[in-house]
């Protein structure tokens, strides 16, 4: 199905950036950078693809909006379910569709998940019905220093995929690289992509060797730099080869804290509706899905805001989960509200304001050819499987977590 939508006539250069980056190298950080150089006066649109089904940077993003005007200027969609460079043309036509003649922005930022593959989707975003509505900018990759170090990462096709189709590079994380290794580094882009700039992301907190004014001036030079590639034209935008990746087999389930009896209800239904560029649509709460897409697992739960998790169980839970890539949440615990970003490289935990519920996401190899580096830190929660994981037992090990009258 093709559409080839009014918006394509109505709006005229809507100037549109990409900001790509493999799994875990920190693009929400460089969104909410290049959101903060935004001009009171002006509005723009951000869409955001989660490779899952639970939707947890959106939400984030939307919340951490410091006023109702500044939340009327920045117009925040999600594409869940997939990539959408991949699963169809269908969920990312709607969405930016729907932003421009819903919110007639001044700006378009797109977030791919780190699972894309940027050369497919800059090619669909070079389609003809999009050539005049959207005026593509430099495609922006983001590049963790602490995963390229890792061997397993550098001779990663989907990690260097990225840095293939990047007009810029923003480098974070390499702090504590030598300046052997940052040379190392520049040359082994090179040899990806030897037209690609790259801009070194100033840390926060700076390192101590810096004085105050030092940092501010680099920071404010950092800035700056940022934000002149939402300017600057794309010099990768062109015609590219097609990926086609199959359609994945999907699962949901109804959960209930372990105080109840444990009912499997059926699960809601999966569809594209061109009314929502969400592909999944669910009725009830709570509930759990999991999916296989390419060699990896997928699993989320959802939670009503009144289920409280043990806020000492559940790190040492999610990190006996098997092979797993990355867990991302936003939970209701007994701490209070808390943020979850893991990556094999960097576990952080942050307060956030209370959300509307609770929402976790996994992602797990499917093969032991992509080793984490994180060790189970807690014998109560022994390692599973990867390839059996039984997920009625993580059902009823995550409800039994649920504290349902705190004192």
Not at 25 to 54: M, S, Y
Not at 292 to 316: H, I, K
Request: glycine letters at 4%; a negative charge; charged letters at 15%.
């Amino acid at each position: 199905m093709s559409l080839s939508l009014k918006t394509s006539t109505i709006f005229q250069n809507i100037p549109c950036t990409l900001v790509t980056g493999f799994l875990g190298a920190g693009k929400t950080t460089v969104i909410n950078q290049l959101l903060a150089t935004k001009p009171v006066d002006e509005r723009w649109a951000l869409l955001i693809n989660e490779f899952g089904r639970i939707g947890i940077d959106g939400a984030l993003l939307a919340s951490s909006q410091d006023n109702t005007a500044e939340q009327d200027s920045i117009a925040i969609r999600e594409v869940s379910g997939g990539c959408i460079c991949c699963t169809s043309q269908l969920p990312l036509q709607i969405a930016i569709s729907r932003l421009l003649s819903d919110h007639h922005p001044q700006r378009l930022l797109i977030e791919p998940t780190g699972l894309a593959h940027p050369r497919e989707l800059i090619r669909q975003l070079s389609a003809s019905h999009w050539q005049t509505a959207l005026k593509m900018q430099a495609v922006i990759t983001v590049l963790s220093g602490v995963q390229w170090q890792q061997v397993k990462y550098r001779h990663h096709d989907g990690f260097q995929a990225h840095v293939r189709d990047a007009d810029v590079l923003v480098v974070n994380r390499y702090d504590q690289l030598n300046a052997g290794e940052k040379q190392a580094l520049i040359e082994w882009i090179a040899t990806l992509n030897s037209q690609a700039s790259i801009i070194w992301a100033v840390s926060e907190p700076m390192t101590t060797d810096i004085t105050e004014a030092s940092g501010v001036g680099l920071a404010k030079a950092y800035a700056a730099a940022l934000s002149t590639q939402l300017s600057k034209p794309s010099q990768v935008i062109s015609a590219q080869r097609k990926v086609a990746i199959a359609r994945p087999q999907r699962s949901t389930v109804s959960l209930q804290p372990q105080i109840h009896s444990l009912t499997m209800a059926s699960s809601a239904s999966t569809s594209i509706d061109e009314s929502d560029t969400q592909i999944s649509t669910y009725t009830d709460l709570p509930y759990r899905y999991h999916e296989n897409q390419q060699d990896l697992t997928l699993a989320g739960w959802r939670l009503p805001a009144s289920y409280m998790l043990n806020a000492d169980e559940l790190p040492n839970w999610l990190l006996a989960l098997p092979n797993w890539q990355r867990i991302k949440g936003v939970v209701h615990t007994s701490d209070g509200w808390l943020q979850i970003n893991f990556t094999p490289d960097s576990l952080t935990t942050s307060t956030v304001d209370a959300q509307p519920d609770s929402r976790l996401e996994i992602i797990l190899q499917l093969e032991d050819t992509f080793d984490t580096a994180v060790e189970t830190i807690d014998s109560q929660y022994p390692p599973k499987s990867s390839t059996a994981i039984d997920w009625e037992v993580c059902d009823r090990e995550l409800m039994a977590m649920v504290i349902v009258n705190p004192l």
